[in-house]
């Protein structure tokens, strides 16, 4: 097997981003450097409490965690999304403190530092909104440089939003964030709505992982039935969109995904607020992913988490 990639999660978790956290633990493709936080579906101090959690329940005792912005960078701060992942952030089960501390770096000191020490190797993969990586690109001109991908989760070119009927969720909480974020000239894959909301997870598939790997399988399983019940009250009844899970695959999986080169803008006010569109300024194509091989990234998926525990 090749080296695996050096990567840094950027997240808010979150019951989809303890998903793809427990699989990019547990696989064997991945090093994971480190994790970054950021409001969202929670506050940035429960998203860096639950990160810590995540890590340690994961046995990763040595992942750094650097804590992020706790609000957008123009518009005021958005409530946390307690209806979809619960008022801790994994569904119903209650807060837990970590045995550990986030390290005295800020997200963005931390992400520069990294990206400058592993230049042209550090894989980035944002699934929360992109304030964090937006301050990194403001505070280390070469960041967008030394990062050799941003493989992030938001976004959506042509399945509308699920949030507002045009914005997705990540993009939407920090539209100014988002906007510099694709125009940087970094180079960025955007795992958005167009394949995440194809690759789906039924109640029965999170019990076949529970059996595979009791522990930490188990407990995502208790996670997801909050976040299935979440889907079955916006009308989805055949299973929740393994969103992040989808972003961290595709830093190992390329090949599970089809890219189309398009420069991305970021619409900031009114009533399209956060949504991904067509640039037509002359700045550098993002490729985004259009179409994917939804059942093996599924599969894919369901085998590194059998490995875990
Ligand atoms: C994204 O929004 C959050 O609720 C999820 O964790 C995911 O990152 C999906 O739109
Ligand atoms: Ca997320």
Known sequence: MPNPIKLIIDTDPGIDDAMAIFYAAAAADIDLLGLTTIFGNVTVSQAT??????????GLHDVPVAQGAAKPRA???????????????????????????????????FLTRMAREHRGELVLCPIGPLTNIADALDLDPEF???????????????????????????????????ER???????????????????????QDFNTMEAAAPRLGGMINKMSRFYLH?????????????????????????????????????????????????????????????????????????DVMAQLD
């Open 144 to 178: 967008a440089t030394n990062v050799a991908r941003i493989v992030l989760m938001g976004g959506s070119l042509e399945e509308g939003g699920n949030i507002t009927p045009h914005a997705e969720a990540n993009i939407y909480h920090d539209p100014h964030a988002a």
């Open 49 to 58: 409490r639950n990160a810590l959690r995540l890590l340690e329940w994961a």
């Open 230 to 302: 979440f889907y079955t009250t916006v009308g989805k009844h055949d299973g929740c969109s393994l969103h992040d899970p989808a972003a961290v695959i595709a830093c190992t999986h390329p090949e599970l995904f089809t890219p189309r080169a398009v420069p991305i803008t970021v619409a900031c006010e009114g009533e399209t607020s956060g949504a991904t569109l067509i640039a037509t300024d002359g700045r550098a194509t993002s490729q985004v992913f259009v179409a994917t091989r939804a059942d093996a990234v599924k599969q894919q998926y369901m």
């Open 181 to 203: 974020v694709f125009a940087s000239g970094a180079r960025i894959e955007m795992v958005g709505l167009d394949v995440t909301h194809r690759i789906l997870c039924t109640a």
């Open 75 to 109: 518009l005021p701060p958005f409530a946390p999304s307690h209806n979809v992942h619960g008022s801790e952030g994994f569904g119903d089960m209650p807060a837990e403190t970590p045995k550990g501390k986030a390290i005295a770096e800020s997200a963005a000191e």
